[in-house]
């Protein structure tokens, strides 16, 4: 008797195929994640808040304090940092719009210079006028007041976060049983969220470290070139700085504005050497190596996760970009044995190959 042939197993999809599938599973879900974004966004600012002020419960462990005292101190402190952001954007917005409005007449003196200035080099009637629309004190004062409006306006939609902060906290506390209820059996998983985690954490300290360096810098050259307020553009460029690579010409805006009513050209310029010398030498240069090497994101994904996160999810995809991307790499890429190529372009330097000499554990002998 002939022995049957065995069955031809049917072809796997190629490479091109399933590439072209996953791009459009990840399309699916990023359009999900677009259109609830005002969910999505609170919902990730909470986890995060809870991630980064988790440390805080070890020590009262430590004393062995009751569970919900360490839980009771997350809360807090996750609503301390909350507020204070919050409370440092107000104060920025609303210091801006009343110091637009105390030299209005000044700032339009210096319009009508500026004009003048564009018209004699040639610039035509139309980029001029658009040039006095932007410049207009009216339009400042109702930009400054609309950022602190909208400000005021996100705190207040984004009030549940308080909500979801208590419970994420309460339950923080339960999870970290996971690893002796579950024992060997969820330890390489358990190992991935304890890695992003102490990602995060470490992100968020770089830039608020190198935010008050930016701030005490910035805010004592304001200070000796008499620009107003200089306090209020310290503190902003402390906040800015957790926005990366772009953060700083958010805070360069109002005291360069400032800087040309009070002093003119002269100060403009002095106020934007500054901000340029200090800022991009620690923010955009030296900074971007310390938060790759805290969190290995290659330079290049950490700028671009700025811009899309921000398109996903609105403004605060720019503060929590490092963050969700850090997830969705550990989400996708870390579990997949195959995904060494792509978690090392993605800065990750623990991402070696297999040693080809090693035997393959899935063959058989």
């Known amino acids: ?85 919050g409370a440092l954007l107000w104060l920025a917005g609303t210091q801006f719009a009343r110091l637009v409005r105390e030299f209005s007449d000044e700032l339009r003196d210096s319009v009508q210079s500026v004009l003048a200035w564009l018209t004699s080099v040639g610039l035509d009637q139309e980029a001029a006028d658009a040039t006095s629309s932007v410049l207009d004190p009216e339009t400042l004062v109702s930009l400054a007041s609309s950022l602190g409006g909208t400000i005021l306006g996100v705190a207040t939609a984004l009030f549940f976060v308080f909500a979801y902060i208590i419970f994420m906290a309460a339950d923080a506390a339960r999870y970290r049983d996971a690893g002796r209820v579950f024992g060997p059996t969820k330890a390489p998983t358990l190992s991935r969220i304890t890695h992003l985690n102490s990602g995060v954490r470490r992100y968020y300290v770089v830039n608020a470290s190198f935010g008050a360096i930016v701030a005490v810098i910035d805010g004592f050259a304001l200070l000796w070139l008499g620009v107003p307020a200089p306090l209020v553009w310290a503190i902003l460029a402390f906040v ?105 372009l993605s800065g990750d330097r623990s991402a070696v190959p297999p040693d080809p000499r090693s035997p393959d554990p899935r063959r058989r002998s």
């Open 240 to 344: 800015t700085n957790f926005v990366p690579n772009i953060g700083f010409v958010l805070g360069l805006i109002p005291p360069a504005v400032l800087g040309f009513v009070v002093g003119g050209w002269p100060m403009l310029l002095a106020v934007i050497a500054i901000y340029c010398v200090v800022n991009v030498v620690l923010q955009v240069l030296v900074q971007p190596k310390f938060v790759s090497d805290a969190v290995d994101l290659s330079l290049t994904l950490s700028f671009f996760s700025v811009i899309f996160w921000t398109f996903v999810i609105g403004p605060l995809g720019a503060i929590l970009s490092i963050p969700l991307t850090l997830f969705v790499r550990t989400l996708v890429l870390e579990g997949d044995p195959g995904s060494h190529w792509l978690r090392w």
């Open 1 to 85: 008797m002939t022995r049957a042939e065995p069955a031809v197993p049917s072809p796997a999809l190629s490479p091109t195929i399933r590439t072209l599938i996953a791009l459009a599973a990840a399309v699916i879900v990023l359009a999900g994640v677009y259109f609830a974004r005002e969910l999505v966004g609170p919902l990730a600012l909470a986890i995060v808040l809870v991630v980064i002020c988790e440390p805080i419960r070890r020590p009262l462990e430590r004393r062995n304090w009751p569970r919900w005292t360490g839980t009771t101190a997350v809360i807090v402190l996750a609503y301390l940092v909350l507020l204070a952001m």
